[in-house]
């Protein structure tokens, strides 16, 4: 008998709301719940195929250990924590706590996360590095200099002008366009007459459905928008009330963009200058809206300063909350506070000599993490602080961190590899211990981490109050766990003393995960266990919530001409033209790679589904039809991609929302390097393999550069891909 229940999607942090129908304690199809408030229905390819990948034949049923020869053996989780718990023990002593690093990647739950961060915490080691370092730090190192208005910014539902920069919100459910059906927001708000202006070297989903385009070349953003705000200030198009009284900095930016003229701005970007000034005018004209940001921003070159310039765009022309205004999503699940019409200055995420330092590159640990970047070092060179263990929570880090070959040699040295996963990833496979894990069906959970993340970016979660708890639909009859079960399993084991969420945690008592969320959600605005005793989402409003005053003796002023990103802005106007689609200083190429998303995936996730595989097993590599036939290409056909830092073989597409001189490929694609050279037609090219964390990195948090990579396309003879 088929019985439907409630929940929410986890493939990615859309969290969908959905109906899944379960038959013999199997899910067996799941689809958009039409009754959601907010979803009303919706739910991407990825989440309607939850029941594949909770079924996959593939799925690893119990904690995999790693035999002397390589192969691998089931292993109860009980004895597997016994023995993690014994090793880790020794690496402890021998080694310290440095010695032992986590790893946190996308997908992971927001509890895992939380009690992961915690339990490394009371073994004192600081060693925590995430995908954050490799696709978004910059939004939270820009803000730590700009500063943070306490009231938030404008929602989209009430704008009549918005900008995306490097996001395609209808593909990544990120970027700025709420996630709740990002297509019908977008068709229902421009039929209600928003003016949505897309900034993006290629013609995306978006693009084609804004009312301005402006087709960026590759790595010039910075150009583009300090041309913008130099329009919107010498044109007296700014908020000059909202500046006066909340800004300072002002002056410091005007002087720096003014060299950025429309002509300069056309000949080094290619758009045109008067789309441009369109553009700047249209944002400025708006009464309501914003300038919202993705990963394509923050993955090239100078990402810090592009979110720099974007914070700087949104406040002169005072995109925030003011004093009086309805607070549009005051949270749920996060507990209740005074929103208020003032600055909250922030510590500079800079780096500091009194700053927990790397030994490699002079990065130092930030905003609470290591980068990426340094973690393949750490482990490979000798030193007292040399990382010996290494846990994987979500995520695929062997294919996704930079300098591919490296990084797997980096895990290969490892005494101790742990990976929590329910699958062989690439990582999985070079690891010691695979502890399986329990998929969203098979866990409780609730909606608070797209209030997190809001917090955190100032968009990207919620811009209504909303929440949803779901139960565990489904008990596994096989040997799996939840990921913070391991790290509680090794406090218990290890007899260390541990908080969760700044509250002494019982190592002896494990708590149920309904009890680790009362204790997550300790405070919140809406008491818990209303939520909890709600079927489905729910709208939690109170629209007596509104922006306060500012405080008495609250003066701290939002900056937008903060010296270090001066700096940086006039670095950028001091380098030479290059001219061409995409020259390098001292070298030529003739293409520039960019990344972009696919529908069926999320990162790495997805790719081991057949059902969403059907048209693309692989990543192809996208170029426009003209450049196509330049180099005498057609689609289907192998080609060598080489950059300074190496080369991979792809699959061509032809693609004409791609310009001339670009090509563009997915990234976290491939697989381990054991994987032969021709098997990329059904693992995919891994990109990574072209970027270098040794060169051409963010000095303050180590982003390499991921996109806007200046490569070569050579077409292969007589190549066969598997």
Known sequence: MIETKKSFCRFCHAYCAIEVDIEDNRAVEVRGDASDPIYGGYTCIKGRHLDDQHNHPDRIRSTQRRRPDGTFEAIGSEQALDEIAAKLTTILEERGPRAVALWGGAGGALMSLSISGDWLRAIGSPSFYSGATIDQEAKPVAQSMHGKWDAGAHPFEDADTWMLIGANPVISMWGGIPHQNPWKRINDARKGGLKLIVIDPRKTECAKRSDIHLQVKPG???????GIIRTIIEEGLYDADFVQANVQGFEELRETVADFTPDYVEERTNVPAALMQEAARTFAAGQRGRVTSGTGLDMQPRG???EYLVLALNTITGR????????PNPYVLLPGRTWRAQTEELDPLLPKDSALESRFRGLKHNDGQFPANVLADEILTPGPEQVRALFVMAGDPAVSIPNHDRVVEAFKNLELLVTIDWRMSATAKLSHYVVACKLSLERPDVTMLPEAVAETYG????????AHYTPALIEPDFDVIQEWELFWGLAHRMRTPMTFRGKPLDIDKKLTSDEMFDVMMEGSRIPFEEIKGTRGGRLYPDASIRVEAREPGKDARLNVGFGRMMEDLREVRGEPLTGGAALEPGEEYSHRLITRRMRQVFNGMGQQIPELMEKYSYNPAFLSPFDLRALGLEAGDIVEIASKHGAIRGVVESDDT???GVISMAHSWGDSVEREEN??????SNTNKLVSFDEDFDPI?????????????RKLEGVEAG
């Open 679 to 684: 098997t990329f037609r059904t693992w995919g």
């Open 320 to 327: 925030w909350l003011r004093e009086g205004e309805e607070v």
């Open 220 to 226: 010039e953003d910075a150009t583009l928008l300090a």
């Open 701 to 713: 948090y180590g982003m390499p550069r991921m996109t806007s990579l200046p490569v070569n396309i």
């Open 459 to 466: 968009h990207g979660g919620y811009t209504v109050p909303y």
């Open 658 to 660: 791609v310009p001339s």
């Open 304 to 306: 810090t300063l592009h």
